[in-house]
């Protein structure tokens, strides 16, 4: 199993472009979440969907970022416009949820690095 | 709010020993833990997990051991290979659920 897939690995743009970020979850994992890391605030939840619909989006910072998820193998998150404090690591992961009385593991794709200028 | 916390953010021990990482949590609803290892330039992954109702769960040189009255747990590395160096992250959630907390991760590095 190739595991989680994310492109692109570094991205580097000016501030007011837009960004897309892409995740290939695993095969058969119905669950994705987004995650972003920085120094200060650590690893915190952006967006979790749930067999293609986002759940919770709580954890998304402001409307300039979005997320899709349009099949079982494909999502996007996307920040328009960018800004230089949008400077982060983003991962995505990935689980089979398998309903009450599981806890399902998450499993994270490589990241992607992002720098706004 | 920080509801999982890794106080100490850097550990050195020498190859062979062990390896000792600590976890506080504050949220009682927390009923199962994780401990991830991350390499620079990769994401987290999973190393070992223990639900609430044990105290302790091993797999090979690893052993998580979960204290609920104190809200502590604790990763045990015996012996610490070089290849061990990383961040680890502890994390918790509730059972059933999906969102996971994350402590802000202790760099371990093994010396040789």
């Known amino acids: 199993d190739a595991g989680v897939i994310q492109s692109p690995r570094h991205e580097v743009t000016e501030m007011g472009q837009e960004v897309t970020l892409r995740c290939k979850p695993i095969?058969?994992?119905?669950?994705l979440f987004w995650y972003r890391q920085t120094m200060m605030r650590g690893l915190e939840l952006l967006i979790y969907f749930n067999n293609n619909v986002p759940i919770d989006d709580s954890g998304m910072p402001e409307d300039r970022f979005s997320a899709k998820m349009p099949n079982a193998s494909f999502s996007t998150l996307k920040i328009q416009p960018s800004e230089p404090r949008d400077s982060a690591v983003y991962f995505c992961?990935?689980?089979?949820?398998?309903?009450?009385?599981?806890?399902?593991?998450?499993?994270f794709g490589p990241g992607t690095r992002l720098t706004v200028l | 709010d920080q509801q999982v916390k890794q106080n100490s953010p850097s550990l050195s021990v020498q190859e062979g020993r062990i390896s000792i990482l600590n976890c506080d949590y504050t949220n009682s609803m927390f009923d199962y833990f994780l401990w991830y290892k991350k390499y620079p330039a990769e994401g987290p992954t999973f190393l070992i997990s223990?639900?609430?109702?044990?105290d302790k769960n091993e797999d090979g040189r690893f052993t998580v051991f979960l204290n609920k009255s104190a809200k502590h747990l604790s990763l045990h590395i015996v012996p610490s290979q070089p290849g061990d160096s990383a961040v680890y992250f502890c994390?918790?959630?509730?059972?059933?659920?999906?969102?996971?907390?994350f402590g802000a991760g202790t760099t371990v590095t093994v010396r040789a």
């Open positions: 095969s058969g994992h119905n669950s």
């Open positions: 994390a918790a959630l509730r059972s059933n659920d999906y969102k996971l907390s």
């Open positions: 223990i639900s609430s109702i044990k």
């Open positions: 992961a990935s689980t089979a949820k398998r309903g009450r009385g599981y806890t399902d593991t998450q499993y």
